[in-house]
Structure formats: C-alpha cells, structure tokens
C-alpha cells in the first residue's frame, strides 16, 4: 500500500491511496465466505459455492465491492499512521479507480487537529477580585441561619409581608375552571415569589377567612402561559417568629457555644468560599489570556456539529426538562434567534478552542495522568451526576468513556501550570499566592463547564 498526504488547509487533508489487488485477497476471501452464508444455489450446500460460480450468478461486481467495503477502514487506518495524522470524525471516502486483479485507488478527506505553536505564557498578568468579608457579610449569614430556626403561630390579624399563610386557590381561564388549576391546603411565604405574581399583593391585608381576585399568568400546568383569572382564599394566618441572637442560639443552631464563635466560624466559611470563588476567577481568567495569545484554526466540521450539539442538549434536555420551549426560553432571556446562534458559535469556538490550546500543552509539558488522580476526578465526577463512585466508574468503562476522563484530568493540570506561570494580583494590588489552595482541580473543572461538551465532542470524533 502506498499512500500521499495532501493539506487542504491547516484543518482538512487529503488521503490518496493506492492497494496493489494481491492486499485485498482477506478481505475477498471474507467476501466470498460472507455471500457463500446469505444465498442459495441448486445443486451446491450452503456454505459450498465456488467463488466462480457466485461470479456468474451474483456478479464479479458484487463481490467486489463487499471486499472494499471490508478493506477500506483498514487501510484508511494505516495511511493515517502512516501520516502521522489526528483525525477528527468520520472520512469522506471516494473510490478513484478498481481494476480487478491490479489496483485499487481511493481518497479520503478529513478534518484534522490544527498544529499549534504555544507561545511563552510566563508573562500573563491578570486581576481578580481581593477576598474580603464584611461586618455586614456576617450578619448576612447569622440571620440566614437564624430564619431557618424560625417558629410560626397562628395570629387572628391581618397578614403581612414575612408571614406564613395557608391559601387554596382556583384558576379560571375564559371562565372556566381549569381541571390542573385548583389547588387546597397550600402553605405560602408573602414576599417569597415562590407563587404567581400578582399573590403577594392579593392576600397582603386578608385575615382567616378573607378572599381575593387578581390575574396572573400562569407557569405551568395545561394552560402554561395564558392568563387566567386567580381566586385566592386565606384559611390561616401564621406570624413567624425569629430565634434571638445569643448564645443559646448558638448552641442551638451548631456546635458551638456562644454567639461570637459562631460568627468567627462563618467569618472564616465566607473567607475560604471567597478564595475558591477568587482562584476560579484566575483560572478563567488566565486561560482567557492564554486562548488571546494563540492562534487556533476552526475546523469547520467540528464546529458545525458541535453547534448542532449544543443546540440539541440545550433544547431537548435542559430546557425539556423546565417544560420549555426554544421560542419561550429567548422570550425569558430577550434574545433573538440570530443573537442566540452567535452566541451558541462564539461559545462552541472557545470551546474546541480550549481543549486544542490545553491538549497541546500536555503534549509540551510531557505531563501524565496517576491512577489516583484519575480516581479522585472520577469521584467528583460522580458526586456531580449524582451517582456513586461505583456506579458511575461502571458507566464509565462500558461506554468507553475513560480515555474522555484521563483526557479532562490532564487539560485541568496543563492550565494549572500555566496558571502557576502566571502573575494573579487581586484588585487591592497584592499577589495572590494559589500554591496554597486545595481546589486547583476543582477549579479547574468549574471552568472547563462551559466546554466541556466541545471538549467531549472533539475527543469522540478524534478517537473515531
């Protein structure tokens, strides 16, 4: 077999090939031995046909092309090695020439993973917000653990914002009741907009036994979007009650003793959530950097499918699972379709973008992936989709899925390198040291989120 490289562009490729007809002989022996199973000739045993008789019956022809058919990816797969080149997805494959018993001539085009030059990064210099915690931030906190703890009682007055009503409800569209929309017994929070709009303001001011009338559009249900006319009546009022801010309550609300080490422990809490948040901020914002320094070409293909990617998880699964539509979803964001395609493009480029940039780092830094940083990736993994380790490691295995893993745990440690190469100050001026962190990993995950469906994308079609 002999085989040519040609490069379309700094994507796509071309594959000539040439197979003298003496490396087709397995695979028309397979042919012969494929056809001898699928037919039936009188006077021979199935299984028992001469080739020269399938010849004259079922044609030269179609023998042939089975036998092509059967060679095809195998040299395909040799002229790519041969090559020394990445694929990425399916060939288009084109017979040029067959002459029977001299030669067989085919090409193939394919989009290929782009060569990229990683520059020096040792002088990315980027700006992250500095870890601060307010007085008031400790408040904050204290009194959301404070309203956890809060009682409620029943109270013979008017209600008002912060109390706890017990509500039923019937909605009318065109006048009529709907079947889904009569609802009984239904505990409500005034203020918490957990409800329809328009509900705070109806019950506000009604006592036990007070009703009311306001319109609202509906969001969810047979009548999803239409409005309808709600008829809210009051059958209890509950004032809610907050625990006061002492020692006692520190002792009921967690396990310290007074007040002052419980805020000292939330204090310490917010810092190192802030530092987590921070050090996710000079991840993305040094692979920001690093993408501006390199130059990636598009392939074309890749894009295409991982727009229609994109696309179909967001409108079939996560909106799907919300009862939405595509047309409601860009109504909710006030986007227009054209706005939404470029968007969904820009975030498809960077994607694939990140994972050639990261990959290629990998290469350059020689770095590898352990099996106890492989198993430490899979158990976050796994804790993220809400399955066990077991579970999800099995998952994983069956569908082949482990090169995609050991691929993800590599791209996070190529951008932590860079991240350590680089210069992180916050906004007050002063250097931030991420040695110390623990959540390099993690961080890097959070980043990679919004690629990671190019990153898996590109990796599927690579190994295909």
Request: proline share 3%; aromatic share 4%; net charge negative.
């Amino acid at each position: 077999m002999k085989s040519a490289v040609e490069t379309l562009n700094p994507t796509r490729v071309r594959l000539t090939v040439e197979v003298p007809f003496e490396e087709l002989k397995p695979s028309l022996d397979a042919a012969y031995k494929k056809i001898n199973q699928q037919v039936s000739v009188p006077g021979f045993r199935k299984g028992k046909i001469p080739a020269r008789v399938i010849d004259q019956r079922f044609g030269r022809g179609a023998v042939l092309e089975e036998a092509v058919n059967d060679a095809l990816p195998k040299f395909y797969t040799e002229a790519v090695n041969e090559g020394e080149l990445n694929p990425l997805g399916q060939p288009d494959v084109d017979i040029t020439e067959l002459k029977d018993n001299e030669l067989l001539t085919f090409t193939a085009e394919v989009d290929v993973r782009p060569t990229i030059e990683i520059p020096d990064y040792s002088g990315i210099e980027v700006t992250v917000d500095a870890v601060e915690v307010s007085d008031e931030d400790i408040e904050k906190s204290v009194e959301q653990l404070r309203d956890r703890f809060a009682t409620t009682s029943v109270v013979e007055r008017a209600a008002v914002e912060g109390d706890v009503v017990t509500i039923d409800l019937e909605a009318k569209v065109d006048g009529e009741v709907l079947a889904d929309g009569v609802a009984k017994g239904v505990s409500y929070t005034i203020g918490s907009g957990e409800l329809l709009d328009g509900i705070d303001a109806a019950v506000t001011g009604l006592e036990a036994g007070g009703s009311a009338t306001f319109t609202s559009e509906l969001k969810g249900g047979s009548a999803k979007g239409k409005e309808a006319e709600v008829k809210v009546d009051v059958t209890e009022v509950k004032a809610r009650e907050l625990p006061e801010l002492d020692d006692e309550f520190a002792q009921l609300a967690s396990e310290f003793d007074t007040l002052d080490e419980l805020k000292a422990d939330s204090r310490k809490r917010l810092e190192q959530a802030r530092k987590f948040e921070q050090a996710t901020q000079a991840q993305e914002k040094v692979l920001d950097a690093l993408l501006e320094l390199v130059e990636v070409p598009m392939p074309e293909k890749l894009l295409e499918d991982e727009i229609k990617t994109r696309k179909h998880n967001l409108e079939h699964h996560q909106l799907g699972q919300m009862g939405l539509s595509l047309e409601a979803y860009l109504q909710m964001q006030d986007k227009t379709v054209e706005e939404f395609d470029a968007e969904t493009k820009e975030q498809a480029e960077r994607g694939i973008k990140t994972q050639f940039v990261l990959d290629e780092l990998v290469n350059k830094e020689k770095l590898s992936v352990g099996q106890e940083e492989l198993t430490e990736h899979l158990v976050r993994r796994a804790q993220s989709s809400g399955m066990s380790p077991d579970q999800f490691a099995q998952a994983v295995v069956e569908g082949g899925q482990v090169p995609m893993l050991v691929g993800e745990v590599a791209r996070g440690k190529a951008l932590a390198v860079v991240v350590e190469a680089a210069t992180v100050k916050d906004s007050n001026g002063e250097v931030v040291d991420l040695d110390d962190e623990d959540e390099t990993a993690e961080t890097v995950e959070a980043t990679s989120e919004t690629t990671e469906e190019a990153a898996e994308a590109a990796e599927e079609k690579t190994e295909s």
